[in-house]
């Protein structure tokens, strides 16, 4: 099975900040990478998706970048409602889908 | 609008069965393959089953292999997940979430708000 890690597992930031997570796969899964935010009490909402495809209706200020078996989530300028949960997950072992441990993202 | 409703959760003893429904509307149904994930309390993320468009690909998570079955009513814009031999371990909230093409390819799209499942005597 292909194991996904991410880092850091919590981070406190400010709105405006840059703010990068990682993503590792334990093999290669090329760019079948996909990002989701989950916000306390609700279901989660994809954000990228390929690595570095904006979903239908995100903001701009999210992007992503990655191949192979490290990736990145980046969201350029952080608003009050980022502040969440982000999992990354693979689909790149089907029908066998992994999703990374996740990483709060909270207020500084 | 895409929605997903699951129902079906409760409170059920070690060993005994559940079956979860989720009622999809809004979107062509039998056009996708459609899952379950399920999050533990205070946990993350767990893929638990997937199946195609026509039911005929069908995945599960190891953890859950030889107990879980996973099925869909196209006519009745429907899938379901019967968990048998419940543990524990499988006390958690189950999302049924939307794939975006009609194979298992894992990406999901939309998602209910799930359903609580709680195994305990």
């Known amino acids: 099975d292909i194991q996904m890690t991410q880092s850091p597992s919590s981070l406190s930031a400010s709105v405006g900040d840059r703010v990068t997570i990682t993503c590792r796969a334990s093999?290669?899964?090329?760019?079948?990478l996909n990002w989701y935010q989950q916000k306390p009490g609700k279901a989660p909402k994809l954000l990228i998706y390929?690595?570095?495809s904006l979903q239908s209706g995100v903001p701009s200020r999210f992007s992503g970048s990655g191949s192979g078996t490290d990736f990145t989530l980046t969201i350029s300028s952080l608003q009050p409602e980022d502040f969440a949960t982000y999992y990354c997950?693979?689909?790149?072992?089907?029908?066998?889908?992994?999703f990374g441990p996740g990483t709060k993202v909270d207020i500084k | 609008e895409v929605q997903l409703v699951e129902s079906g959760g409760g409170l059920v003893q070690p060993g005994r069965s559940l079956r979860l429904s989720c009622a999809a509307s809004?979107?062509?149904?039998?056009?996708?393959?459609m899952h379950w994930v399920r999050q533990a309390p205070g946990k993350g993320l767990e893929w638990v089953s997937g199946?195609?468009?026509?039911?005929?690909?069908?995945g599960y998570a190891d953890s859950v292999k030889g107990r879980f079955t996973i099925s869909r009513d196209n006519a009745k814009n429907s899938l379901y997940l019967q968990m048998n031999s419940l543990r524990a371990e499988d006390t958690a909230l189950y999302y049924c979430?939307?794939?975006?093409?009609?194979?298992?390819?894992?990406?999901?799209?939309?998602w209910g708000q799930g359903t609580l499942v709680t195994v305990s005597s």
């Open positions: 979430a939307k794939d975006t093409v009609a194979t298992i390819w894992g990406l999901f799209d939309y």
């Open positions: 809004g979107f062509t149904f039998d056009d996708y393959a």
């Open positions: 199946i195609s468009w026509n039911s005929g690909s069908i």
């Open positions: 093999q290669s899964i090329s760019s079948y």
């Open positions: 390929a690595a570095s």
């Open positions: 997950q693979q689909s790149y072992s089907t029908p066998s889908f992994t």
